[in-house]
């Protein structure tokens, strides 16, 4: 027991932030901080022995995958790129190596790997009671679009298919659309602010103009203070630390991992990772919040499976699935379901994709109530944004 509450405190320090800077060696000698170019790092080794979980390195460029990685914890020198418990997560700073060590940002063992490794033991995780799903775009904003259709409706469609399934488990369900319209992202994320013990899951469907063969899944919680989002590669360590933070990222990173392991554990899709953005939808949400990027509409096989209702049935359900292993956190305390276990259940027992749409129990009405009618775009607007402004376009509020 003494060494148990040694560890927790330990680890309390570890993440405390400025004012045990200048300290090199922690009670119990759990922690031993490195200091690189006034930053606090500390050794694959160390973090391997805290957490009692195998840990490896390879090379840079070398391809992980699910089927070859060998150790909970695997780095890759030089970059941000992990595989965290059989799922790909990608760290806030690279990984360095000083004196045939590799070392591992402070930041990274507090914000990326604890809540990860143990998200049971994240503070108030897993207290849901509502769930607000948020359709990307809609209405004069059609998202990115295939020869099938858009990720506006594509989105609505996964949506409505998980409400029913998150009300079977006694879970209230708000919808930021419920139809073809536009909502403001600062409304999107007022509406889960609004909801007591809620967290916010946002659903979208990617693209990209630089490899027509990118595919794969990815997730989304915001971005650290102090820290750069998975896709800045030239921001100076000044222009990063000036951006907000978020009082629920643990949760939030917790709510990512239980989602994204169902996911990549029901659908066999190229793993992209658990990543950081400052989305506007995440940076306005003050609870819980993940944005889930479905798949590629500009890969010429994945915009087929995004098209078939049954593969978003099952998507539905996979994210269902997620969302209920994270509540259940509260509830055992004990580490959540991982890739790992959800592929052995499929093989026995395959997911069934979900046609059923449930009722419409909140009506467009309630969220006009909520928020007032004039936050709502007017039906005259027509022009339609990129994916950039539609995503990030929102002003910070403090």
Known sequence: MIGTVRRWLNLALLTGGIALAQTTTFAGDDWHIIKVSGHDYLTVENISRFYG??????????????????????????????????????????????????????????????PLVRPQRVSNVGNVQTVVLDPGHG??????????????????????KLRPLLQANGLRVIMTREGDYFVPLEV???????????????????????????????????????????????????????????AVDAQSM???????????????????GIKRARFAVLR???VPAVLIEGGFLTERGECKLIANKDWRGKLAGAIGMGIENYRTLAVKKQPPMLVADYRKQTKSVPIEPVNQEGQMKEADASLINLVGKSAFASPRQTSTPSKRSSLESAPIVP
């Open 53 to 114: 979980l195998p840990a490896g390195v390879v090379a840079q460029g070398e391809k992980m995958r699910f089927e070859t990685v060998k150790n909970p914890l695997e780095f890759v020198s030089g970059s941000r790129e992990a595989m965290i418990n059989g799922a790909r997560s990608w760290l806030c700073f690279p990984l360095i190596e000083q004196e045939g060590k590799y070392l591992v940002s402070r930041t990274d063992v507090a914000k990326t790997i604890e």
């Open 188 to 246: 999107r994320a007022k509406i889960a602010n609004a909801a007591p013990n809620s967290i916010f899951v946002s659903i979208h469907f990617n693209a990209t103009s630089d490899n027509p063969n990118a595919t794969g899944f990815e997730i989304f919680s915001f971005t650290p203070r102090g820290a750069p989002s998975t896709s800045d590669t030239a921001l100076t360590s000044t222009s990063y630390g000036m951006q907000p933070g978020s």
């Open 254 to 272: 917790a709510l990512s991992a239980c989602i994204y392991h169902s996911v990549l554990g029901h659908i066999p899709e190229y793993d992209r």
């Open 139 to 160: 209405g004069y904003d059609k998202g990115q679009v295939s020869h099938y259709g858009s990720e506006k409706d594509f989105a609505l469609d996964v949506a409505r």
């Open 284 to 286: 306005l949400t003050k």
